[in-house]
């Protein structure tokens, strides 16, 4: 416990690991990236301990009917799915690298971009399949991880289960590994819009985390802020029942002009300021008089069970969203392999890029995948940062791949002695990303791949049926 009380970084980093290649790791949730890390401690060899504080795995598309009480979203429900929601992505590029999401006879909903219960049947699959469900420890919360002066972590965990079936009782418990890797999410913590004179607006505000289906917006006018895909979505659930529905987007003048099937739906630059009398003005000068606004404003990165390890001295800081130091998105320098942290990256395709991380954590702790010093990460990481800066990009984009993310895919497969992404998952992806913007209506059901694409995805993907 002493030690436990005083051990710094510099020690922890310079204690060796224990000359053997099976670690005991502690995988913080079990979503998609805590199932596929579960998954590749397994194949290299490791002892995975899945904590999950929901009754069910697949993170993200449990769907709940409940939203927060907070219509603003604070209040600790993961959820953030709507009813109506269907996968952005096609369901060839979107599963994991060799457990194809294909429809089969068990499927729920067999279309090529389905509905959010067929992403969860997948995912109870994939844990089915690898084993993976007697790993999990399920209404189990992680509520404090630190680092144990012999290298090691203890992991405090709050379990309604250890207190006895129909409690409420939770009762803390610790136990100690030899590594965590964090798979926590990152949609569960909303982000708000700054407006000025917002406190005197007299309507209602939402966040798209509290939102699950239209009807309480039942002929109003409502302001949609935000028009990333669930923008995109929400927007158009909503025309379906609302007098009016205005979207601020922040986007050049061309995709102001994007048409949209309904005759209720209009685009206009971000807004400027909110008055008393219940009107809006955007920053083109125009104003609407509105019921509600819905917040589709993202999400923030948020670990508060890490907190802040020996009087300040953390694992990991978030500022505007950059989680800090990370070498990679993946490893913080400092503590590389003992902690890493699966899943941070966004506008790539999620289930990939997790396991190609996962692959990543998995052989570097057994030893077989070799990490650069502590401060050649460090150097990486600080390198990235001035990049970022030269070219204008806010913090906030610290983890998007963005443009980069084929070339991210690609170091990863290289580091873990991986058979090489398929091009035809690519195409497919980027066809669809271009899609969603210009026929935001119809690109779930009309698409013009090349078949002979298709085809050849099909058949790849045959080889794991
Ligand atoms: P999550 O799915 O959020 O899982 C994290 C898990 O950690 C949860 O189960 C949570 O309960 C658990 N947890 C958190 N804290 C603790 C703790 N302290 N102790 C124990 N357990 C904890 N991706 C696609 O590929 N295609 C799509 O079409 C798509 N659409 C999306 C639509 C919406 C509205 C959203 C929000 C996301 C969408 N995504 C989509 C991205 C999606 O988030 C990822 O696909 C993926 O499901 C994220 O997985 P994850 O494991 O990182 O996080």
Known sequence: KASHATARTGDFARAPLPPMPSRRVAVIGAGAAGLVAARELLREGHAPVVFERAAGVGGTWLYD?????????AGGVHGSLYASLRTNLPRESMGFLDFPFVADEDSVDPRRFPGHQEVLRYLQAFARRFDLLGLVRLETEVVSVRRGGDASWSVSYCSRKLAGAGSDLEEEQSEVFDAVVVCNGHFAEPRLANIAGIDGWPGKQLHSHSYR?????????????????????????IAGVAKEVHVAIRAAPAEMESTTAHANLWLHPMIHRAEEDGSMVFQDGSRVRADAIVHCTGYKYSFP????????DSVITVDDNRVDPLYKHVFPPRLAPRISFIGLPF??????????????????????????????????VAAFYTDMEARGRPKRFTHDLGAGTFEYEDWLVERCGLESIEEWRRVIYVAARGRIRDRPESYRDEWDDDAQLLEQAHRDLGKYL
């Open 65 to 73: 009917d409940e939203a927060s009480a907070d219509p603003l979203g």
């Open 213 to 237: 289906v239209p009807d309480q917006f039942r002929g109003q006018v409502v302001i949609i802020i935000g028009y990333n895909p669930s923008g995109m979505d929400i927007s158009r659930d």
């Open 305 to 312: 069970f890490l907190g802040d390890d020996d009087g300040g």
């Open 347 to 380: 506008k790539a395709i999620p289930f990939l890029v997790f396991q190609l991380q996962s692959s990543w954590v998995a052989g570097v702790l057994s030893g077989r995948i070799e990490l650069p010093s502590p401060e050649e990460m460090m150097q990486d």
